[in-house]
């Protein structure tokens, strides 16, 4: 019975990991990333998690704030910048100067799965280790946790394709700072609104979350016009 159990959570855990996955995957139909690049980032994504683990250990030792302020560094410097900077740095190590990475919807691919290895880890260690008694954490997380781990790989894939495809190194450095710093503050305003307990706030949570659907579902489909342009244009020329 227990094993069954764990199975199920297995399942719940490891469910919206796959689907969001797939979804991304499918997107890019036109020029497709190599399956072993992809899968490489999406393991070292997962891997990221022990390094992050132990600097949040220690970031968390030096929060000495109580209150509101305890819950901003959390927030924005435990959670949120450990995480999207071991993110940002799997597709800068893997993927940023492959060959592969030729339009501007492949840093979105990487990005997203960076993230979503990242987010299985993660997801595993609270529905099957830390909640397994609660059903209901599973199902929160995949509707919320896990698709905002996605959303902010969009952004952080957009300003990496900013910054792979500039025309100067300081057009790239500046992008990719943006890389780094604006999925950082979105992930740090998602994780403050719910530990800071200000009842205001935990109202604007999902209209946040709409607005980070919004957002990152426009910049997606800015990529995914440009991919179809470019393979539109390449078959045009083969006709020639």
Known sequence: MIVITDIRLIV?????????????Y?????????LKLIFKVFILGSLAVIPI????????S?????????AFFSAFIVAGFTEEFFKREVVLLTAYRNRAFDEKLDGIVYAVFAS?????VENIMYVVINFSANPYVGLSRGIFSVPTHVLLGVTMGYYLSLAKF???????KANLRKALIVPLVLHGFFDFILMSQIPILLTAFIPYVIYLWITNLRKLNHYYRDSKE???????????
């Open 12 to 24: 719940i855990a490891l469910t919206p990991v796959i689907a969001l996955g797939l979804a991304v």
């Open 26 to 34: 499918f997107t890019d139909r036109y020029d497709k990333e190599p």
């Open 53 to 60: 683990v132990y600097i949040e250990r220690f970031l968390t």
């Open 62 to 70: 030096l929060n000495i704030f109580t209150g509101a302020a305890a």
């Open 116 to 120: 979503l290895g990242f987010a299985m």
């Open 166 to 172: 500039s025309k100067d190194s300081k057009s790239e």
């Open 230 to 240: 470019k393979a539109s244009r390449h078959h045009s020329l083969k006709q020639i």
